[in-house]
């Protein structure tokens, strides 16, 4: 049956108008963000400030590496410029402010994505985490040191923060973890996701890390949400620090209850070996060695080793 529609030249007209003006107010209010803070200033002094074994020299330029979106990238240019052929930041504030505007740009239309644009302004919350980049590279540092003195294989800093996914998922998480503490929690997690599918390590934005953290290897670990990690904690491969079970949201049909405690917290000085699974709400104390492979669903005292006492044995037969 043939409808008949009049003047459809101005309908579909106005409705390209409306497409288009609905177009250019959602770029522009993507791209009004400008940094007006003074973190510029404290990120070129901290340059100045490295010494060696930290990278120093400003005439070096690396390989290209590029990331599927632009925060990485402008992150790890603005926290190890010399690593990662950004030297213009080094002493030129200016250029600096220009690049964290660049990165607030990105972030606040991470952060606009899952907020109410009616209600939420998310300026102070870019503000706030740019503003905080100097403290983040300072955590870093000490990151990329535990690093360094945790593998025999480590022969510079510059190889760290280039070539390991654990340096570059501690790196992605202090910024995340930031954004989930400030409720951004969606976009945090976005970044964390991009970072596991970069580096095979998952650690959820909502974890506590403390100082001096190392993931040696890294592929397969996993930190959930609740956990919390002490200063000094070397973490090897395939490692969970996991739930060991769920409770159910009461009066929701198959809803798993949110927003308590499920994972463990582990001290300072910490050693965990590859392929162990740390489970629930317990505490692992300081000074502790947990031993490749094991299983650990109870508390674990200070100055303790943990291991498998009895391994499985081995047969052999002749191939010939």
């Known amino acids: 049956m043939a409808v008949c529609c009049g003047n459809t030249k101005g309908i579909v007209a106005d409705g390209a108008k409306k497409n288009y003006f609905h177009s250019m107010?959602?770029?522009?209010?993507?791209?009004?963000?400008?940094?007006?803070?003074d973190a510029h200033e404290a990120l070129v002094e901290?340059?100045?400030?490295?010494?060696?074994?930290?990278?120093?020299?400003?005439?070096?330029?690396?390989?290209?590496?590029?990331?599927?979106?632009?925060?990485?990238?402008?992150?790890?240019?603005?926290?190890?410029?010399?690593?990662?052929?950004?030297?213009?930041?080094?002493?030129?504030?200016?250029?600096?402010r220009d690049r964290l505007t660049k990165l607030g740009s990105s972030l606040h239309?991470?952060?606009?994505?899952?907020?109410?644009?009616?209600?939420?302004?998310?300026?102070?919350?870019?503000?706030?985490?740019?503003?905080?980049?100097?403290?983040?590279?300072?955590?870093?540092k000490k990151d990329?040191?535990?690093?360094?003195?945790?593998?025999?294989?480590?022969?510079?800093?510059?190889?760290?923060?280039?070539s390991y996914p654990g340096f570059h998922a501690i790196l992605i998480h202090r910024v995340a973890h930031v954004l989930y503490e400030v409720g951004s929690v969606e976009y945090a997690r976005e970044l964390a996701e991009y970072s596991k599918v970069e580096t095979g390590i998952d650690i959820h934005p909502g974890a506590d890390i403390g100082e001096y953290f190392f993931v040696d290897h890294g592929t397969g670990v996993v930190i959930g949400e609740t956990a919390t990690v002490g200063d000094w904690v070397r973490i090897y491969q395939n490692v969970t620090?996991?739930?060991?079970?769920?409770?159910?949201?009461?009066?929701?049909?198959?809803?798993?209850?949110?927003?308590?405690?499920?994972?463990?917290?582990?001290?300072?000085?910490?050693?965990?070996?590859?392929?162990?699974?740390?489970?629930?709400?317990?505490?692992?104390?300081?000074?502790?060695s947990i031993g490749a492979n094991s299983w650990v669903t109870d508390d674990v005292p200070d100055g303790t080793s943990v291991f498998i006492a009895d391994h499985p044995e081995q047969e052999r037969k002749s191939n010939r």
């Not at 959602?26 to 963000?33: G, K, L, N, W």
């Not at 590029?66 to 200016?94: H, I, M, Y």
């Not at 990329?144 to 280039?162: F, H, L, N």
């Open 144 to 162: 990329v040191e535990a690093a360094y003195k945790g593998d025999p294989a480590a022969k510079s800093y510059c190889e760290i923060i280039r």
């Open 241 to 288: 620090l996991g739930a060991l079970h769920f409770e159910e949201e009461e009066g929701e049909d198959q809803m798993l209850a949110k927003d308590y405690k499920r994972h463990p917290n582990i001290g300072d000085h910490v050693v965990i070996g590859a392929g162990s699974n740390v489970l629930g709400a317990i505490d692992i104390g300081d000074h502790v």
């Open 25 to 37: 107010a959602s770029i522009a209010f993507q791209m009004r963000y400008e940094y007006t803070g």
């Open 46 to 96: 901290s340059y100045h400030a490295d010494e060696s074994p930290f990278p120093t020299d400003d005439t070096r330029v690396y390989p290209r590496h590029d990331s599927l979106r632009e925060e990485p990238l402008l992150l790890k240019q603005l926290l190890f410029p010399r690593c990662w052929n950004a030297t213009e930041v080094v002493g030129d504030p200016e250029e600096t």
């Open 109 to 140: 239309k991470g952060v606009t994505a899952y907020s109410d644009r009616d209600v939420d302004d998310p300026t102070g919350v870019v503000d706030g985490l740019l503003d905080g980049l100097p403290a983040i590279r300072r955590a870093l």
